[in-house]
């Protein structure tokens, strides 16, 4: 067996863990079948991982990674802030619909966590993690435009992380892409709603100084 560095010995075992783990179910895979999946040997798995813990914090790092690559290579400006906007709901959304099944594994990993004594703060870990990828991309559209929040980001976030996660579920459930793309346009228009371009602070501040000088 060709010799590899860890960390991408590592990668190679989290991505055969995704495969298997949306195949079989978190329960049902083991160590030794994704050893088998990523065609190493169970040592080699135990050397670089050395708990069930690390393995799947790693998986959900992971997965949110797939989709944050996405979004983050499809945010650059377009005609309109809400095109910009939209243009990476949409690349997000691409994700889902091309990997139902990891997308699945994303709340099956959740609920497993949370019912497993000594992994609940893998689930509170994932969440925290939406939200870090929101307030990257956030961060990222404003450096691209210029743009300013209205609201704080970090509040900002948390609520697009709730809406897409929501959103992903049902979609999963009921297969509705029609309503989906539905609901995402209502979302892009929330939040280019929510987003100042450059010079609306300072055309507001003009406005308000001429408006003093008339009275």
């Not at 040997?41 to 944050?68: G, N, P, R």
């Not at 497993?116 to 969440?127: D, K, N, S, V, W």
């Not at 897409?164 to 979609?171: E, I, K, P, Q, S």
Request: charged fraction near 25%; charge should be neutral.
């Amino acid at each position: 067996m060709a010799r590899m560095p860890s960390a991408e010995r590592r990668r190679q075992l989290t991505e055969a863990a995704i495969r298997a783990m949306t195949r079989d179910g978190v329960a049902r895979t083991t160590t030794r079948s994704i050893a088998a999946e990523a065609g190493v040997s169970l040592s080699v798995f135990h050397y670089c991982f050395d708990s069930k813990q690390a393995l799947l914090e790693s998986v959900i790092a992971t997965i949110t990674e797939h989709s944050v690559t996405m979004v983050r290579e499809a945010i650059r400006p377009r005609a309109t802030l809400r095109e910009t906007i939209r243009s990476g709901f949409q690349a997000y959304w691409d994700h889902v619909a091309a990997n139902p099944g990891e997308h699945m594994l994303t709340y099956e990993l959740t609920q497993y966590a949370l019912r497993q004594p000594g992994f609940e703060q893998l689930a509170r870990r994932q969440y925290e993690l939406y939200s870090a990828a929101y307030i990257e991309l956030l961060d990222r559209l404003g450096h691209l435009g210029g743009f300013e929040l209205t609201v704080p980001a970090d509040v900002l976030a948390r609520y697009l992380a709730a809406m897409t996660d929501g959103l992903t579920l049902n979609f999963l459930v009921l297969g509705d892409a029609e309503a989906a793309t539905q609901i995402l346009d209502m979302i892009a228009d929330h939040v280019a709603g929510l987003v100042r371009e450059p010079g609306q602070a300072s055309a507001r501040r003009i406005a308000g100084v001429g408006g003093d000088r008339g009275r």
